[in-house]
């Protein structure tokens, strides 16, 4: 059965930088695309990077040129590394691979 867990979410202040980790279990995640979603208070789930298997990535335009994903197929990992958060960053980051999904890392991003 496959699993995702994500870890790395925490309290930063503007400008600073993060980054979360999404560990597979049950594949080789360099098998299987993994997607990286976040949802705000109040806000639908909205989508924010993909890497496929391929090691292509694609980002969302709201953090397109700050966020970067890579993968560390060692440990069975993807890393989404977050430059220059804003407080509109602020929400509970999920990784996917069609209906399997994380439990969520909280990343607040408040002065």
């Known amino acids: 059965q496959v699993q995702l867990v994500e870890s790395g979410g925490g309290l930063v202040q503007p400008g600073d930088r993060l980054i979360l980790s999404c560990a597979a279990s049950?594949?080789?995640?360099?098998?299987?695309?993994i997607t990286w979603y976040r949802q705000s208070p109040g806000k639908q789930r909205e989508f924010v990077a993909i890497?496929?298997?391929?090691?292509?990535?694609n980002y969302a335009d709201s953090v397109k040129g700050r966020f970067s994903l890579s993968r560390d197929n060692a440990k069975n990992t993807v890393h989404l590394q977050m430059n220059s958060l804003k407080p509109e960053d602020t929400a509970v980051y999920y990784c996917?691979?069609?209906?399997?999904w994380g439990q969520g890392t909280l990343v607040t991003v408040s002065s």
């Open positions: 996917n691979w069609g209906a399997i």
């Open positions: 049950g594949t080789l995640i360099s098998r299987i695309p």
């Open positions: 890497m496929t298997t391929g090691a292509v990535s």
